[in-house]
């Protein structure tokens, strides 16, 4: 019988603790989001693959094609290529393509660029089913920017 009240006890104190530690959170402040419903608060300093900076005076990057990034990268996940139109004297980036698949996010590109043309996006919500998905064109990306 004394077995069987201190078995009530410890199983009705057990309740209490428990029910006082999901009241102590319930009144603190919220550090989790309901992903991926909500967006997340992304961080100043996050560092999503690299894109182009959005140059208001062009509309468009600050690329001069100097391939400093490209021979920077580490890992050899920068391809670019540029083209010399009819009547300019300097080339015109035509083809900028990421292979996020073996990026470090090192950061070096982004450093080496003279005209700081790179930067992180604040992408985070990459999933796919295909290698091929982590491909990324800048050029093409920068122009479907909103
Ligand atoms: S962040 Fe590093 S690894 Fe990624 S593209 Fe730039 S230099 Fe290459
Ligand atoms: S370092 Fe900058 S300016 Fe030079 S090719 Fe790369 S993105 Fe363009």
């Not at 967006?39 to 560092?47: E, G, H, M």
């Not at 982004?110 to 998905?133: H, Q, R």
Request: hydrophobic content about 35%.
């Amino acid at each position: 019988m004394a077995a069987y009240i201190k078995s009530i006890l410890v199983g009705t104190w057990s309740l209490i603790a428990g029910l006082a530690i999901t009241l102590r959170f319930v009144f603190k402040p919220v550090v989790t989001c309901q992903y991926p419903h909500a967006v997340p608060k992304i961080p100043d300093r996050y560092r999503g693959h690299i894109d182009f900076v959005y140059d208001p005076a062009t509309c468009s990057h600050k690329c001069i094609v100097c391939g400093m990034c490209q021979k920077t990268c580490p890992s050899g996940c920068i391809s670019l290529e540029g083209e010399k139109l009819e009547g300019a004297k300097k080339k015109t980036l035509s083809v900028y393509q990421l292979n996020f698949t073996t990026c470090s996010l090192c950061g070096l590109c982004v450093e080496a660029c003279p005209t700081g043309a790179l930067t992180f996006s604040k992408e985070y919500n990459l999933a796919g089913f295909d290698e091929k998905e982590y491909h990324f064109d800048l050029i093409k990306r920068l122009q479907e920017r909103p």
